[in-house]
């Protein structure tokens, strides 16, 4: 098993929608958690961190799940501008060394 | 405009070549990292510093270098370049090892 998973989609989704993102972690002790934004050929992107008790950036909420060893992305009212691939990190216990997930692709359409 | 600045933004290296690719920040941020990354892969750490003088190996050093000798220089080195090498590689730097990193807009190797 992968240590970090995502679905790579694409997700295909109308403006205004709203959508949500997966990402499971294999290892119980991890520590820290954060989601990436990645546009074509470009870098990757902060995006937000994820705390235990969820957190909001406007139309972004992360929520981390340990129970079940996942993290999530939901964004509301999609705007052209969200198409991206969004990249989940997952920080191991015991070490500073980022574990990416491959990215989930998504697409809004007009 | 602070940030990461790498060089070359692209190149086409001929195989048995030696290159190095240039990374610098001017954040003064301690921490610095090298990803590749692959189509299907994700990114993946090959080297990293979590203070100058100091480096360690990341999930996939083997044909790479590096070296730290001061805190905004972090140049990557291919002894002799392989074509599994040819990836995208970005340069990385984070405050400490446990805030979140900022990434430079990369550079795209192609090794023939």
């Known amino acids: 098993r992968k240590e970090v998973e995502q679905d790579p989609g694409p997700f295909n989704v109308p403006e205004g929608a709203t959508v949500a993102f997966n990402c499971t972690y294999s290892?119980?002790?991890?520590?820290?958690f954060f989601w990436y934004r990645q546009d074509c050929r470009k870098e990757p992107k902060l995006l937000m961190s994820?705390?235990?008790s969820g957190n909001e950036d406007g139309r972004f909420t992360a929520q981390l799940n340990r129970a079940s060893q996942y993290i999530s992305l939901l964004i509301r009212d999609s705007k052209l501008s969200d198409s991206a691939t969004y990249l989940c990190?997952?920080?191991?216990?015991?070490?500073?060394?980022?574990?990416f997930g491959t990215g989930t692709r998504l697409k809004v359409l007009a | 405009i602070a940030g990461i600045t790498q060089a070359p933004t692209s190149q086409i290296l001929a195989a048995g070549r030696r290159m190095t690719l240039r990374c610098t920040q001017d954040m003064r941020h301690n921490a610095m990292y090298w990803y590749r990354q692959d189509l299907g892969l994700g990114l993946r750490l090959i080297h990293y510093?979590?203070?100058?003088?100091?480096?360690g190996k990341g999930e996939v050093p083997d044909g790479y270098s590096v070296s730290r000798a001061n805190t905004d220089d972090f140049p990557l080195t291919l002894a002799s370049a392989v074509p599994s090498q040819t990836s995208v590689y970005f340069c990385a730097s984070s405050d400490n090892p446990n805030q979140p990193q900022h990434f430079g807009d990369g550079t795209r190797l192609s090794i023939l």
């Open positions: 290892n119980s002790a991890s520590q820290s």
């Open positions: 990190v997952v920080i191991p216990s015991g070490t500073y060394k980022y574990i």
């Open positions: 994820v705390y235990s």
């Open positions: 510093s979590n203070t100058a003088g100091t480096t």
